[in-house]
């Protein structure tokens, strides 16, 4: 069994604990009149990617003398494992899918905090949030805390994230909560290469590159850049522009979609609620009768990723006049409500 990673927060300089506020300075009197503003940072997560995003966001907002920041590190129990035995991920595919969330360990706060921003990193599983993340939008703590807050949602992922975005958009909703920005981070790979890498890094925790495939995951400097967000927040957070219900990080290349990926991710959330649905009816988390029918999803999985995906591309690369109109509508709609344009980046530029 791997060790469990470290809390979030031993990332963070200063940090009090495994959760908790970062003490504010006193404000800087060119803030004139304004108080502290409070935000909250909710993390989870495995490989410890996310946090290094997180932490990249959070910097400027630390280092600001009008904000408070508070770090929630998530934990589920049981804990999941870091690298994944095959079966244990297989294991977690139907709950992830379906969005039942696992159980939470008991949390720093109490629901009766006020914040006046709140940044949701998450991760995607099976094309969902991650089962820690969905399990605190469901947790009456969490949903007290997110009531009629401006959500910033920030996702790391392969490529795949449309409709885990749009599962995250209804849990928001179902909080009260309102989405003001998402930040997209995708896999700099080739598709086909990271079929490979990102497999070999769940199961061994090994990223490197090898046989002539690029290292798994995030680069450097995709990392590195995330720091822009963090100084957008606390420059909108100056001029309360979090209380509208407008995005404040446009400008900032904050997703691109690529909208090719849109009918294969929906095949593939179809099959996932059919799959999960059966895994689920056949017995709980851990049970023996879902390992026969694990290992013939797993065979359907691969026929799917080997047939349908390719298929779908292709299709589409040749009805591609037909379906530029529809593709554009989709890229659209998916990269609101902070969108790809880049025309504010001069100004946070290192």
Same mark, same amino acid.
């Given at each position: 069994?791997?060790?469990?990673?470290?809390?979030?927060s031993?990332?963070?300089? &200063?940090?009090?604990? /495994?959760?908790?506020?970062?003490?504010? /300075?006193s404000?800087?009197p060119?803030?004139?009149?304004?108080?502290?503003?409070?935000?909250?940072?909710?993390?989870?997560s495995?490989?410890g990617?996310?946090?290094?995003?997180?932490?990249? =966001?959070?910097?400027p907002l630390r280092e600001?003398?009008?904000?408070?920041?508070?770090i929630?590190?998530?934990?589920?129990?049981?804990?999941?494992?870091?690298?994944?035995p $095959? $079966?244990?991920?297989?294991?977690?595919?139907p709950?992830?899918?379906? *969005?039942?969330?696992?159980?939470?360990?008991?949390? *720093?706060? !109490?629901?009766?905090?006020?914040? %006046?921003?709140?940044?949701l990193?998450?991760?995607?599983? $099976?094309?969902?949030p991650?089962?820690?993340v969905?399990?605190?939008?469901?947790?009456?703590?969490g949903r007290?805390?997110l &009531?009629?807050?401006?959500?910033?949602?920030? =996702?790391a #992922?392969?490529?795949?994230?449309?409709?885990?975005?749009?599962?995250?958009?209804?849990?928001? @909703?179902? #909080?009260?909560?309102?989405?003001i920005?998402n930040?997209?981070?995708?896999?700099?790979g080739?598709?086909?290469?990271?079929?490979?890498?990102t497999?070999?890094?769940?199961f061994?925790?090994?990223?490197?590159?090898?046989?002539?495939?690029?290292?798994? +995951?995030?680069?450097?400097?995709?990392? /590195?850049?995330?720091?822009?967000f963090g100084?957008?927040?606390?420059?909108a957070?100056?001029? %309360?522009?979090?209380?509208?219900?407008?995005?404040?990080?446009? +400008?900032?290349? @904050?997703?691109?979609?690529?909208?090719?990926?849109?009918?294969?991710?929906?095949?593939? *959330?179809r099959?996932?609620?059919?799959?999960?649905?059966l895994?689920?009816?056949? +017995?709980?988390?851990?049970?023996?009768?879902?390992?026969p029918?694990?290992?013939i999803?797993? /065979?359907?999985?691969?026929?799917?990723?080997? *047939?349908?995906?390719?298929?779908?591309?292709?299709?589409?690369a040749?009805?591609?006049?037909?379906?530029r109109?529809?593709l554009?509508? =989709?890229?659209?709609?998916?990269?609101m409500?902070?969108?790809?344009? !880049?025309d504010?980046l001069?100004l946070?530029?290192?």
């Amino acid at each position: 069994m791997s060790q469990a990673l470290p809390p979030y927060s031993q990332h963070l300089p &200063h940090a009090p604990g /495994a959760s908790g506020a970062l003490p504010a /300075a006193s404000l800087d009197p060119s803030a004139g009149a304004h108080r502290v503003k409070r935000v909250l940072v909710l993390m989870y997560s495995q490989s410890g990617q996310l946090a290094r995003v997180a932490e990249r =966001i959070a910097a400027p907002l630390r280092e600001s003398a009008g904000i408070e920041l508070h770090i929630e590190t998530l934990q589920v129990q049981p804990a999941y494992p870091f690298p994944w035995p $095959f $079966f244990r991920f297989l294991d977690a595919f139907p709950e992830s899918a379906l *969005t039942h969330p696992p159980a939470l360990a008991p949390l *720093t706060l !109490t629901g009766g905090e006020d914040f %006046d921003l709140v940044i949701l990193p998450y991760q995607v599983w $099976f094309l969902a949030p991650s089962p820690p993340v969905t399990a605190f939008l469901r947790h009456p703590v969490g949903r007290r805390l997110l &009531h009629g807050k401006p959500v910033v949602t920030v =996702i790391a #992922c392969r490529n795949m994230w449309l409709q885990a975005q749009e599962k995250m958009k209804g849990l928001l @909703a179902s #909080c009260g909560a309102r989405l003001i920005d998402n930040v997209v981070l995708v896999d700099p790979g080739p598709t086909l290469a990271t079929f490979i890498t990102t497999p070999r890094w769940m199961f061994t925790g090994r990223r490197g590159a090898f046989w002539g495939l690029p290292p798994a +995951g995030l680069s450097d400097g995709q990392i /590195a850049a995330t720091r822009r967000f963090g100084l957008g927040l606390r420059d909108a957070l100056a001029r %309360d522009a979090e209380r509208s219900n407008a995005p404040v990080l446009t +400008g900032l290349g @904050a997703v691109n979609v690529d909208p090719k990926l849109y009918i294969s991710e929906k095949v593939g *959330t179809r099959s996932f609620f059919v799959w999960g649905s059966l895994l689920r009816a056949a +017995g709980p988390p851990g049970s023996p009768q879902r390992v026969p029918l694990l290992a013939i999803y797993v /065979a359907f999985l691969v026929v799917m990723i080997v *047939t349908i995906v390719p298929l779908s591309l292709a299709l589409q690369a040749l009805l591609r006049p037909v379906l530029r109109p529809w593709l554009g509508r =989709i890229k659209h709609q998916f990269e609101m409500p902070s969108g790809s344009a !880049t025309d504010r980046l001069p100004l946070y530029e290192d």
